[in-house]
């Protein structure tokens, strides 16, 4: 008998929702939210009841009952270091999301909006591997200064879907290989994926591994120290040119990995030198994950939108074939990649975990 999942999944100005049969999608939406809606509200928690009523109008003029869905599933939020995996949303994960016990983001309201909707009907709520996965072994943890650990904050849904889509594609366990997973987007993380761990990945919110198309990755920390003090910045906007701001957009104003290309292709001599230092920033952190995984590497695997660029594949690997042959599945299919976390825990592969 197929399951039936409902997948939530918002964002700043939209929430994405799909409808799932087991793996296959029967429908899938992005319900925009126009910026003066957002405005009402004054946190993200006061925009549940007004997003919740537009994902249930949208399911009726869509014909689909409510109480038709076998499993409800949100997007993970800001919540404290956990491993990754599928966990029920009880109270006290509700409770966390409530309170965005690491920050207020749209993407708490994902396993909010799934608990309500569940009780509402009568079925489970689930959320699957958010940001805040935390694998790290301890040694990685180790920064060099005491007051600022290493933290682990990446795009661990789809680092981990990916990873698992190999290790089924190959007919293997994802918990017996070693992988290197690059994802690029809006930001870049880097992962190494040891027996189904990620042991060491850069920290993409803050500023740590390969500049992207919106973030600095890692900078010079003296200089940055001294522009901090310099009085020409407040801390926000320090903090924009880091996040936001940083990388392409601060190179080029243009955090469109597309038109970078293009720019470089024709002859844009800044735009080339900033994607030839993209590459090779990322293909130094895919280095030191190797490293991490004393050179038993058994894939690497790229991913996120810029992957779909032939030149991207092309110059990764270049610089990254030596270590091990290199898979490509461009795009993010987070929300099939909730619905696949939903079923393992339905049809029994693996346990529900306890937050």
Not at 34 to 55: N, V
Not at 298 to 313: P, V
Request: charged share 25%; proline share 3%; hydrophobic share 40%.
């Amino acid at each position: 008998m197929s399951i039936k999942s409902l997948i939530i999944n918002p964002g700043s100005t939209s929430t994405k929702i799909g409808v799932f049969e087991d793996e296959t999608l029967l429908f899938d939406e992005t319900l925009r939210h126009p910026t003066e809606e957002i405005a009402k509200y004054a946190s993200i928690i006061d925009q549940k009841d007004f997003r919740k009523e537009i994902i249930v109008n949208f399911l009726a003029s869509k014909g689909v009952a409510l109480d038709s869905f076998d499993v409800i599933v949100g997007r993970g939020g800001l919540l404290k270091p956990i491993p990754g995996g599928t966990y029920a949303v009880s109270d006290a994960l509700l409770a966390d999301l409530k309170t965005g016990v690491q920050g207020q983001h749209a993407s708490n309201l994902g396993g909010i909006l799934a608990r309500e909707i569940g009780d509402q009907i009568g079925v489970p709520s689930f959320i699957v591997d958010p940001v805040v996965v935390d694998e790290l072994t301890e040694v990685a943890r180790i920064s060099g200064m005491p007051e600022l650990p290493r933290r682990s904050i990446f795009h661990a849904l789809n680092q981990k879907a990916v990873a698992r889509r190999y290790a089924k594609e190959q007919g293997v366990n994802y918990e017996d290989l070693n992988l290197i997973v690059i994802h690029m987007g809006g930001g870049v993380s880097v992962g190494a994926h040891r027996k189904g761990q990620v042991v060491d990945v850069n920290n993409i919110l803050d500023g740590e591994g390969a500049f992207s198309p919106e973030r600095a990755g890692t900078v010079p920390v003296g200089d940055l120290i001294k522009l901090c003090f310099s009085g020409k910045y407040t801390q926000k906007e320090l903090y924009k040119k880091i996040c936001g701001n940083g990388g392409y957009n601060g190179y080029l104003n243009t955090n469109d990995a597309r038109v970078v290309e293009q720019m470089a292709n024709e002859g844009d001599k800044l735009a080339q030198v900033v994607l030839d230092a993209f590459y090779y920033q990322l293909a130094k952190d895919a280095g030191a994950m190797a490293a991490v995984l004393k050179g038993k590497v058994d894939q690497i695997i790229l991913t996120g939108g810029i992957a779909y660029s032939k030149l991207t594949a092309q110059q990764l690997t270049d610089y990254l074939g030596w270590i091990a042959p290199i898979t490509i599945y461009p795009g993010e299919d987070e929300l099939l990649a909730l619905a696949q976390g939903a079923l393992r825990v339905l049809k029994g592969e693996e346990k529900a975990k306890e937050y």
